[in-house]
T-cell receptor, first 114, second 113 residues
Framework: AQSVTQPDIHITVSEGASLELRCNYSYGATPYLFWYVQSPGQGLQLLLKYFSGDTLVQGIKGFEAEFKRSQSSFNLRKPSVHWSDAAEYFC????????????FGAGTILRVKS | ETGVTQSPTHLIKTRGQQVTLRCSSQSGHNTVSWYQQALGQGPQFIFQYYREEENGRGNFPPRFSGLQFPNYSSELNVNALELDDSALYLC????????????FGAGSRLTVL
């Protein structure tokens, strides 16, 4: 069965510090990989996606993620966090074989301290 | 282009009642998916509709049902509400073909008392 693990429930970083959010997945084949962000009371906004090709993908708001097949990981990074980045971040996996169904991790809540 | 819109944004029901949630898909999208997000959890796939037919279902009981209309909008119906149905219900639209990039609405927050 497909599953996504986000090991960190909460992460607190100082404004201007770097950020890395971890995501590991279990999937039968190389899946499509996504990071979404959710602000309080809001829906999900796509930050970035990986389908194939270059394993380092760039997204919106200065985020990037790296796909590592050998580690079944797709960690999200940002070199300098802004207070407005405080939100909950979800990693998700999917594949054409399973239609447009996404399997989400439980999320990581990011707090930014000034 | 318009995004995904959902209504109502918040509602309160009592156990045993029925609820209908509505979703208008993004312009040009022909597939609608519904997800349930319980407090403190990630979204869980309920089902997907394409060409007005259910096209994939997650681990949810039959009292969760849906419809898709010719204009690609959709409804989620939940009968015999239970306390555990309290959650944020997210609608997402996409193109049927191609990689699955979903555009999500802001959700409908359901509280069951």
């Amino acid at each position: 069965a497909q599953s996504v693990t986000q090991p960190d429930i909460h992460i607190t970083v100082s404004e201007g510090a770097s950020l890395e959010l971890r995501c590991n997945y279990s999937y039968g084949a190389t899946p499509y990989l996504f990071w979404y962000v959710q602000s309080p009371g809001q829906g999900l906004q796509l930050l970035l996606k990986y389908f194939s090709g270059d394993t380092l993908v760039q997204g919106i708001k200065g985020f990037e993620a790296e796909f590592k097949r050998s580690q079944s990981s797709f960690n999200l990074r940002k070199p300098s966090v802004h207070w407005s980045d405080a939100a909950e971040y979800f990693c998700a996996v999917g594949h054409m074989e399973y239609g447009n169904k996404l399997v989400f991790g439980a999320g990581t809540i990011l707090r930014v301290k000034s | 282009e318009t995004g995904v819109t959902q209504s109502p944004t918040h509602l309160i029901k009592t156990r045993g009642q029925q609820v209908t949630l509505r979703c208008s898909s993004q312009s040009g999208h022909n597939t609608v998916s519904w997800y349930q997000q319980a407090l403190g959890q990630g979204p869980q796939f309920i089902f997907q509709y394409y060409r007005e037919e259910e096209n994939g279902r997650g681990n949810f009981p039959p009292r969760f049902s849906g419809l898709q209309f010719p204009n690609y909008s959709s409804e989620l119906n939940v009968n015999a509400l239970e306390l555990d149905d309290s959650a944020l219900y997210l609608c997402a639209s996409s193109f049927r073909t191609g990689a699955n990039v979903l555009t999500f609405g802001a959700g409908s927050r359901l509280t069951v008392l």
